[in-house]
């Protein structure tokens, strides 16, 4: 007698490649701007040329005259839309503020706004026309620099709970460190360029292919701002290259591409281009300051985390950058505070660990200060801090093995091999550093419904609304569905984003995995039982006396658990029944839990060379361990994190979006200019991933990995530039003139 | 994008006859950077000559022992062609050092002379730019100015020259073959590209007719001691925040010869022949190398931006100077700084 579990074979936890990689290499998916009607129209976008002000005059008719331009729709004479703030609110849209709405009135809030829409019957038509309108403005005056709001930076809600006196309890420490850190705006610049196809049908629904990480919200918010019942619209997004966080709000190009469709009557694709991109959303600049009073023994006793950060003059977009550092560590007194810096910019939006990539940047950037003030070895000071618990609430974890992370890593690192003072290690020319960091994030779980049809022939479709970015939510779904039905995964089609498919929030959090995953099985156990149901109905069936909890789906038969002998296949059952498909939609909702905090971790450690005369600084390796439960796929699991630390590593050495204050508008907002790491600025990447097991968060015990990865890199690069050079470079990104001139000066 | 006309030039006579007749043509090779411009709406010519098929494609040994490279002749097949290697490495590895394999397959030679600043203002038509619309105002000047020039700027325009390539050429003393409706004519390289002056939105001194047929390097390729170091905010697909291009011809250990040219600092490839003199008769020594620099960068004014370039192209040029006189020169392929 064979029991289940030893003859299966598990896709869940193997690495397994991308059941939609073929497609996506070979040019077979289709992506937003990729699909074609008959009759499609083109638009192209006139963008505001002034950071603040209103439009006097808008003159359309050289652009009218122009052969194959077929409308220019403008504030003027646009179709008519919602017009409460209520009706713009998406999903996520922040809850404070009047969200922006493109060509809906004469005032311009930011650079690069949209102010008019040119259709015509070919893009690069469009495209001319679009030079061809003339503005007249009334310019206003601006701000841009989030330094010169600093002082009257409002403060947000968020975060609360302050434990202790932080003020006695700093003055009273014994070791003391403070500073102010900066990250400058940076844009999500995913390689796919936001567009929207809206295909225009008479008398039927308006189908939108739109570049987004929630087709469910941008259908939601299209209904609610064109005034259309839900099934008057749907949106389609099969895939999605790359996003970041970027395409969680519905962007400005589906509003006016269904406003063009609309208007025309006809079938209207809305690209954008790279330039028009920084006229979306973006990670805000952030001034954060930390304050650390400290034991000379390591032990904290005060953490104040203050963060200011940036957004609309119309919407408060802020994120949790403050929150972590007394998460993370033990501290009986904390404080923190939030404010945000109203500019005459865009709403600033999440970009990948929106809060904790920058927050935990300048909490670990302290640590490592903090560290160096005490002579202390950074990792054993984040053991001396060490809490098992989470400090703001005060709740144990599903699952912490960070301490693993500190052991796993280092160890990969050659981390005992550091010498700790500055400037000490050497490779012939070059100055060595070695830092580390901590990383954090949350372990999000969304209900999220499936729908499973399974047929005779054992096959499934799986399908939900929820998005895949790139990140394999395809696959790990038809791991799980392959593994819970006991079918190939050759046997699994997954279907995605359609706004007419069962319910799933935006794909961000990092909670898709999880949120999705366990829907599946969920929806398969519904499959399960109509199968047993059916096998009962045989004569002489093998399972006549299995209950529920007895059988699981196995090598395309229903069989039991504990004598894998006894067992019948789908299609016997099925053909028994004359059931030709079985379907079941299931949302799947977790158990409560107030009792636990959930989180995943990290450790990450960085080397750097650093040419001492030039100032030119290389990561040449990167090993983050990282605890997230169990992985599921650790080949998709591996490119996440890997990913996220190029991420981190241009977050640390090269990402910022410049703007020219003066003229409240950003110069480098090309991928020329706007820079993020190339092949030749990557060397070593090692990821590690600690085992964790957690049988309190979820059947699986699976955390996402999505944004984890990110969390920390900055930071350990930041500490391994100052552990070769002495210079401490409290501002991002750290170009070499900053490393040269600092030097010079201290 | 603006509607241009479209024609081909079957040889180089044709092609004069072309642009001559078509007010607001422009040829295009490449088009590189003529396109990116031309969608930005900087560049908006009437009618595009296309020249790539014309028979200037080879690289011949000249009668005096130098290389003539036809106008055409793509930056990869240049940076690649075994002559070029072999006997001029300083020009294949400036090459290297610049763009993406992609954008080095597309260039041409000659238009890789003709690039335009990738200042940012220069690319933005809604800020004022003198070198765009001439008149309107240097939005750098008060603006960001941090990869600006440092010498020979003036008060109408701190945008600086883009190639690497041109770096080498102007160190190497090459000449540049121009052929116009009165004829053909050679222009030393330092005479090709202009100082901004009161003039910026003219980038050089080939005339509004004329098309480069070729570029001519001398015999003398110093390919013992040479080297190009570019320094960059980014490994690769950045432009220069400062560049060096050295060449050294030594004996026992004196400098013979020096050539010392800099991108990334001014409107045109910098090549300083005061501070080549200085070397000569030198020790090849950091002392011999760190007074040449200082003599480079005696005249340099930094922007409001971009203080740190004067020391790093001190830095630069002592470096690049060192690795040539060793005989190191700085791989390309490698990112690493040696």
């Known amino acids: 007698m064979s029991t289940l579990n030893n003859t299966a074979k598990t896709y869940t936890g193997t690495a397994t490649s991308r059941v939609d990689g073929r497609a996506k290499v070979t040019g077979a998916a289709k992506y937003a701007g990729d699909f074609n009607s008959g009759g499609l129209a083109y638009g192209a976008v006139v963008e505001a040329t002034i950071a603040r002000g209103r439009i006097v005059r808008i003159d359309a008719s050289e652009a009218l005259r122009v052969p194959g331009v077929l409308d220019v729709i403008t504030h003027e004479n646009r179709p008519r839309v919602a017009d409460s703030d209520e009706a713009w609110k998406d999903d996520v849209a922040p809850e404070e503020g009047s969200p922006f709405r493109p060509l809906y009135d004469d005032a311009v809030k930011f650079n690069q706004q ?270 001396r801090c060490y809490s098992d618990r989470d400090q703001n609430e005060n709740l144990p974890y599903t699952s912490k093995r960070l301490r693993e992370c500190y052991r796993e890593g280092a160890a990969a690192f050659g981390w005992d091999k550091r010498q700790p003072e500055p400037r000490s290690m050497r490779d012939g020319k070059t100055l060595v550093g070695w830092g580390m960091a901590s990383g954090v994030w949350e ?275 930041a500490n391994a530039v100052y552990h070769a050079t002495g210079v401490r470079v409290r501002d991002l990104p750290i170009t070499l003139d900053k490393v040269l001139t600092r030097r010079q000066a201290a | 994008m603006i509607p241009f006309q479209y024609t081909k030039a079957n040889d180089v006579t044709d092609a004069v006859r072309l642009i001559a007749a078509n007010g607001g043509a422009k040829f295009i090779a490449g088009g590189t950077n003529l396109l990116d411009l031309m969608k930005d709406n900087v560049e908006r010519p009437t009618t595009l000559i296309d020249i790539s098929r014309l028979p200037l494609t080879s690289v011949e040994e000249t009668a005096s022992g130098g ?54 203002y220069f690319y933005d038509t809604a800020t004022p730019c003198n070198k765009r619309q001439p008149g309107s105002g240097c939005s750098a000047l008060n603006g960001v100015s941090r990869g600006h020039a440092i010498l020979g700027a003036s008060a109408s325009c701190i945008a600086t020259h883009p190639s690497d390539m041109c770096v080498a050429l102007a160190a190497l003393d090459a000449t540049v073959h121009v052929t116009g409706p009165t004829g053909a004519r050679v222009i030393p390289f330092a005479d090709f590209h202009r100082l901004p002056g009161d003039t910026p939105h003219v980038d050089t001194n080939l005339g509004p007719d004329e098309i480069i047929t070729a570029i001519e390097v001398p015999a003398k390729g110093f390919a013992a001691n040479h080297s190009y170091l570019k320094i960059r905010d980014r490994m690769s697909y950045a432009f220069a925040l400062v560049s060096v291009a050295a060449a050294l011809e030594l004996k026992d250990g004196t400098i013979q010869e020096a050539r010392l040219a800099l991108g990334g600092v001014a409107h045109k490839p910098w090549r300083d022949v005061a501070a080549e003199g200085a070397l000569r008769g030198r020790p090849a020594e950091e002392a011999s190398f760190a007074r040449a620099a200082d003599l480079l960068l005696r005249d340099a004014r930094p922007q409001a931006h971009n203080g740190f370039k004067v020391d790093l192209a001190r830095r630069a040029i002592i470096r690049t100077l060192s690795q040539a006189a060793h005989g190191t020169p700085q791989s390309q392929s490698n990112k690493t700084i040696q």
């Open chain 2, 67 to 120: 290389l003539r490279i036809g106008a055409l002749v793509p930056n990869a097949d240049l940076a690649w062609h075994p002559l070029i290697e072999k006997r001029y490495p300083l020009l294949a590895s400036a090459i290297m050092a610049g763009a993406s394999q992609q954008l080095r397959n597309m260039a041409s030679t000659g238009g890789n002379l003709l690039q335009r600043t990738r200042c940012a």
């Open chain 1, 114 to 383: 949209p102010i008019a829409l040119v259709l015509a019957e070919e893009w690069e038509i469009a495209r001319y026309a679009a030079s061809l309108v003339r503005v007249d403005y009334e310019k206003q005056p601006f701000v841009t620099d989030v330094h010169r709001k600093r002082d009257n930076a409002i403060v947000v809600a968020k975060p609360d709970k302050p434990r202790g006196d932080v003020a006695k309890a700093f003055a009273a420490a014994e070791v003391r460190h403070e500073a102010d850190y900066f990250i400058p705006t940076e844009h999500h610049n995913p390689m796919e360029l936001f567009a929207s196809t809206a295909m225009w049908e008479a008398g039927g629904p308006l189908t939108v292919y739109d570049k987004t990480q929630g087709v469910q919200n941008v259908q939601g918010f299209l209904c609610s701002v064109f005034e259309k019942k839900p099934d008057e619209i749907r949106v389609i997004s099969p895939y999605v290259g790359g996003a970041f966080g970027a395409g969680l709000r519905p962007q400005y190009q589906v509003v006016l591409a269904v406003m063009g469709a609309l208007k025309l009557q006809r079938s209207v694709r809305l690209v954008l281009t790279r330039q028009q991109m920084y006229g979306l959303g973006y990670r805000p600049a952030t001034i954060e300051r930390l304050a650390l009073g400290a034991q000379r023994n390591g032990t904290l006793d005060a953490i104040t985390h203050e963060a200011i950060g940036i957004t609309s003059q119309f919407e408060e977009f802020s994120r949790n950058d403050t929150g972590w550092s007394a998460l993370l560590y033990a501290s009986p007194n904390a404080r923190y505070e939030h404010r945000v810096a109203q500019l005459d910019v865009p709403t600033s939006c999440d970009m990948r660990a929106p809060g904790a990539a920058t927050g935990v940047y300048a909490l670990e950037s302290a640590m490592d200060e903090l560290a160096v003030a005490l002579k202390m070895d950074p990792v054993e000071l984040r053991l």
């Open chain 1, 443 to 717: 372990a999000l779980q969304m209900p999220v419904a499936v729908r499973i049809v399974m047929t005779a022939n054992g096959h499934a479709e799986v399908s939900c609304a929820a998005s895949d970015i790139g990140t394999g939510t395809y696959t790990i779904m038809a791991q799980v569905a392959a593994d819970s039905l006991g079918l190939p995964i050759e046997n699994i089609t997954i279907r995605l984003a359609d706004s007419t498919l069962p319910r799933a929030p935006v794909e961000g959090g990092s909670w898709m995995a999880a949120s999705a995953c366990h829907a599946v099985i969920a929806t398969a156990s519904e499959v399960r039982k109509e199968l047993l149901r059916l096998a009962k109905l045989m004569k002489t069936s093998p399972l006549a006396d299995a209950v529920e909890e007895d059988v699981a789906l196995s090598d395309g038969k229903l069989v039991s658990r504990t004598q894998a002998e006894r067992g019948v296949s789908i299609s016997d059952m099925m053909r028994h029944g004359a059931v030709e498909r079985i379907e079941r939609e299931k949302t799947n909702e977790f158990a409560q839990d107030n009792a636990h905090a959930r989180n995943t971790h990290s450790a990450v450690f960085a080397e750097v060379k650093v040419d001492e005369e030039l100032g030119v600084i290389r990561v040449t390796r990167v090993v983050s361990a990282v605890a997230a439960g169990r992985v599921l796929n650790p080949k998709t699991g591996r490119s996440q994190v890997m990913g996220a630390i190029v991420g981190g590593i241009g977050m640390a050495l090269h990402e910022e979006t410049i703007y020219d204050h003066g003229l409240g508008r950003i110069v480098n907002h090309d991928i020329a200019e706007y820079h993020v790491p190339v092949n030749a600025d990557i060397h070593d990447i090692e990821v590690i991933f600690v085992d964790e097991p957690d049988t309190l968060i979820n059947p699986l015990g699976m955390k996402g990995l999505g944004e984890i990865g990110i969390v920390g890199v900055a930071a350990a690069v």
